[in-house]
């Protein structure tokens, strides 16, 4: 039997039963917090004003219907998508991905905890509904990662806000990766591919992703919500590739 590193045991003991990482998950430095404060600053949320799909209007004057209404990117003008706003906390990049990434791929719950101290350190405006409903994955991928990162975001936000968690949606078609495709591929990959199984009738929900990419998941998946008689559907994300 190899001799038994003490320090090293030491470390991964204090690691696992005292949950004190040493290290910032993303630099390595060592100032005793999950992300330190130097690498904290690379992650700014988004300040701008969201289109309806959740993409950030940098300085240009964003189109809008009616002067209360969010504003519209060219591509909800042309293809107004089923929910009526989005909120997304930052912009899906460098360093956020790792920590999304991280906690998604290769399940690293310590990932998870910095997410969840970078959402509770957020303003996060009370966004006015009944229920959240998490973006399922399929079953499938859930029992291969052995969670569902979209369910746990949305028990996260539901506490935060005090509203029920309804598990409302089920992905009921193994959808293939969405990455690297084209809008018109997800769009068709995901026709059909959420079934509401709850009774929303007349609810205002929230519905709860950690990333969106182009926003098709979202469109199939709200307008499952708004079919089952949904009387809103509004998105939030953690992170909005840009
Ligand atoms: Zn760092
Ligand atoms: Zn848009």
């Not at 330190?36 to 940098?58: K, Y």
């Not at 990049?93 to 991280?102: A, D, E, H, K, V």
Request: with cysteine.
């Amino acid at each position: 039997m190899p001799p038994v590193n003490l320090s090293k045991a030491t470390k991964v003991y204090r690691c696992l039963f005292f949950d004190q990482p040493e290290q910032c998950l993303l630099c390595g430095s060592r100032h005793g917090n999950l992300v330190c404060l130097p690498c904290q600053t690379l992650l700014q949320p988004i300040q701008e004003a969201q289109c309806r799909c959740g993409l950030p209007f940098s300085g240009a004057d964003p189109q809008r219907h009616q002067p209360d209404d969010p504003p519209l990117c060219g591509r909800c003008i042309r293809q107004p998508p089923g929910f009526s706003a989005s909120t997304a906390l930052y912009p899906y990049q460098f360093p956020l991905n790792l920590l999304i990434q991280g906690f998604k791929h290769h399940g690293k719950l310590v990932n998870e905890r910095a997410l969840q101290q970078l959402i509770g350190a957020a303003s996060l405006p009370w966004p006015d509904c009944d229920q959240l409903c998490p973006l399922p994955v399929h079953w499938q991928r859930r029992w291969r990662r052995g969670f569902d990162q979209s369910e746990r975001l949305a028990n996260l936000l539901g506490r935060r806000w005090q509203r029920p968690v309804i598990r409302a949606l089920v992905r009921h078609r193994a959808t293939p990766h969405q990455q690297g495709l084209t809008r018109k591929q997800r769009q068709r990959n995901l026709r059909h591919a959420f079934r509401c199984q709850a009774d929303v009738q007349d609810l205002n929900l929230v519905l709860v992703d950690d990333v969106m990419t182009t926003g098709s998941t979202a469109r199939a998946a709200s307008q499952a919500l708004l079919d089952a008689g949904a009387a809103s559907v509004r998105v939030w994300c953690l992170a909005r590739t840009l």
